[in-house]
């Protein structure tokens, strides 16, 4: 990430009182100028009566920093503040991110048989951040499989039946293609059958579900076929794209704008609610 120099011969940079104020949100990525050091928002914290953020680099590292001048963001140097204020009504309050009435007092159930699988961490990590709370209380868990092209093995290990369903979310589900056949496979399978359901979206990879406008953008870019989709699309949004570690601070980034299910694209979270519905209505 490159950053301006700004010295007294530059008559035209911007004062600290005229640098923009930034509320510190978790997923934002930022560069401490003093010490060059990049990372994503982990956590922020209050310690000896001062604010405090943590950044995670792409190694895994993470170093804390006080809030205030010294930051930049997308190379803009900014004023870092507190988190804002929520400033959530009662009725906003009483309801989960999936926009689900709150249970009062529920704790988690203790974990069921059945089980939501989903392509990769990625998409784990979606669905917990909206639906986790809906699901702790109806004992669900989401287990990412890394992958489909061995789902039928892992169905057939999963020993599907009565009290023990399994619903499976699939990126790029759509008519003619690798996933649907895996899919209509599995189905076909010996206990599949109202006991497995296989839900998907058309989208290329559960980033897409995102709606641009939550990013500030008119729609996803375009990737040219054959390169890698997360790298081009890292590289359209000019973020650092070469490592695995890049990939993942980027993700993180993402998620970090998704606040609640009016966040998600529709046919997302129709698929989504539908497999809740399958596992918890007998």
Known sequence: MQYQNWGPQDMSAPSKAELPEVPVERGMVLEDVQSGWVGAVTRVEKSGG???????????????????FGFLLEGQAIKLLPPAPRQATAAAAARTASGSVRVAGQRAQVAKA???????????ELVEKVWGDD?????IVVEPLHGIDDLAAAVAEFRPGAGRRLGVLVD?????SKESRIADAVMASPGAAGNVLIVGHPYVDVWQAIRPAVLGIEKWPVVPRGQDWKTGILAAFGWPHATK???????????????????????LLGRVEEVIDFLTVP
Do not use: C, N
């Not at 059945?114 to 784990?124: L, Q, T, Y």
């Not at 790029?172 to 003619?176: F, G, I, K, N, W």
């Open 114 to 124: 059945s089980r939501i699988w989903v392509e990769g961490k990625h998409d784990a």
């Open 50 to 68: 001062m604010h405090v953020v943590a950044l995670e680099d792409r190694r895994g590292k993470s170093r804390s920093f006080r809030l205030g």
């Open 135 to 139: 699901l702790r209380v109806e004992g």
């Open 172 to 176: 790029h589900l759509v008519p003619d």
């Open 245 to 267: 570690e890049d990939i993942g601070l980027g993700w993180q980034k993402l998620l970090g704008a998704v606040r609640t299910y009016a966040d998600l694209e529709a046919s």
